[in-house]
């Protein structure tokens, strides 16, 4: 039977679904169907590991195994190389960046976990990185790896110790980074990973403001192809962070402008993806009609399962009606703003989905950003598939009610007599 998390998104999908066959909707407080019946009547395929994971895997675990030989010559040409080229996972994650997360993996892996086990890392394993750099002092791949694991630490200090002195650490690490970071220059240099770093520090500023924009627009410029980028400018661009609610509209129509002959409107979704799904008041100010023709863009332009369910979690998930929306009374603008997006779930299961990646589906019940502990990656794979067969089948409740499968294919949904 489904979990606790699981019942309630089942719950919420049910109250907002609009039944196709004049039938009323069964009150929330029904028994939930049972989760092997359902997952039966759903023949979707569920990668356990995805072509993404595999991607990021043997990128992270490129750059860890090299830095643990002490190879950085060959690391850093590999960084550099994989920003030349734009080389990315089919996602769209950066392969520069993940290589420099490996390289720097252990260090920050290690400080973490003295950190959280309430003890003051040593500081051996950054000495090693900056005797690297001493060595390399002209190579900005090298500055980058270091640079990132300053920032990385200072996050763990900003995680693990909220008092004054983590504090002063967090700005520590920071301050370190931004200096290791100053001889170098992501636009003349044509690199991505290190305009994306410069973009990391913004967190550190008291009053970053009109910075956010134009370095982030930097970064999306030199790297037009990422969502990775788009998404994080949208974050940083929220009312609690460093911008406000019609910053984050003019940026978004601005980065569409600029990279409609990649995107067409995708990006003005990309720029929203995150900041929506961080805080539904941000559905005040958005405009619906162009949101919904990015993500129809954003799944034309690409075949990649990972994209299609990343949206499809995206809408059934983090675009479901919650309890805080319900305490804070949303305008009505921004609930029928929410209720469309929800309901795209629709035409992107029909048209886009065949292949269910469960751990997207995890995340998406997880805000972005947040990183509290997390069961085992089994316990994830699970939960994932769970929540999306519940929000498939609730979708498409009268489909099955009249006896029939629902199947997936590369040629989009289609219903199949049951036996």
Not at 17 to 38: I, N, S, V, W
Not at 200 to 208: G, I, Q, S
Not at 248 to 261: I, K, N, S, V, Y
Not at 305 to 310: F, G, I, R, T
Request: charged letters at 25%.
């Amino acid at each position: 039977m489904p979990g606790p998390l699981a019942t309630r998104l089942l719950t919420i999908l049910s109250r907002s679904r609009k039944p196709d066959t004049g039938r009323p909707p069964q009150p929330p407080g029904d028994a939930a169907p049972d989760f092997e019946q359902l997952s039966r009547r759903i023949l979707l395929p569920s990668l356990q590991v995805s072509d993404e994971e595999l991607a990021r895997a043997a990128h992270q675990d490129r750059g860890q195994r090299l830095a643990r030989q002490e190879m950085w010559p060959e690391i850093c040409a590999e960084i550099r190389a994989a920003d030349t080229t734009r080389l990315a996972t089919p996602g769209g994650e950066s392969a520069a960046m993940l290589l420099a997360y490996g390289a720097r993996g252990d260090v920050v892996a290690v400080a973490e976990d003295t950190l959280h086990g309430g003890d003051t890392p040593t500081p051996d394993g950054l000495a090693a990185l900056e005797d690297a750099l001493d060595d390399h002092p002209h190579d900005y791949a090298c500055a980058l790896v270091v640079a990132m694991a300053h920032v990385d630490i200072g996050w763990a200090w900003h995680t693990a110790r909220q008092t004054p002195a983590g504090k002063r650490r967090f700005h520590h690490h920071f301050d370190r980074a931004a200096d290791i970071l100053a001889p170098f220059s992501g636009v003349e240099l044509d690199a991505p990973s290190l305009a994306a770093a410069q973009c990391a520090l913004l967190a550190a500023e008291d009053r970053p403001g009109i910075r956010v924009a134009d370095d982030f627009e930097d970064l999306i410029d030199l790297d037009p192809k990422s969502p990775r980028h788009m998404r994080a400018l949208g974050q940083n661009l929220l009312p609690g962070r460093f911008g406000s609610l019609d910053a984050l509209e003019l940026q978004a129509r601005r980065t569409a402008a600029r990279t409609g002959d990649i995107w067409g409107a995708g990006a003005y979704a990309w720029v929203y993806f995150d900041a929506l799904a961080s805080d539904h008041a941000a559905l005040t100010g958005l405009d619906t009609d162009f949101f919904i023709e990015g993500l129809k863009d954003i799944l034309s332009h690409t075949s990649e399962q990972h994209v299609a369910n990343l949206i499809a979690a995206f809408c059934a998930v983090s675009m479901a009606p919650t309890a805080t929306d319900e305490a804070r009374q949303l305008p009505a603008a921004a609930e029928a703003a929410r209720a469309r997006l929800h309901d795209c779930l629709g035409w992107v299961l029909k048209d886009h989905l065949h292949e269910l990646h469960p751990l997207l589906w995890s995340q998406a019940l997880l805000s972005p950003g947040l990183t509290p502990p997390l069961p085992s990656r089994r316990a994830l794979v699970n939960k994932g598939r769970h929540t999306a067969l519940l929000a498939i089948a609730t979708r498409f409740a009268d489909d099955i009610e009249d006896g029939y499968n629902i199947a997936f294919s590369p040629k989009g949904m289609y219903r199949l007599p049951g036996a």
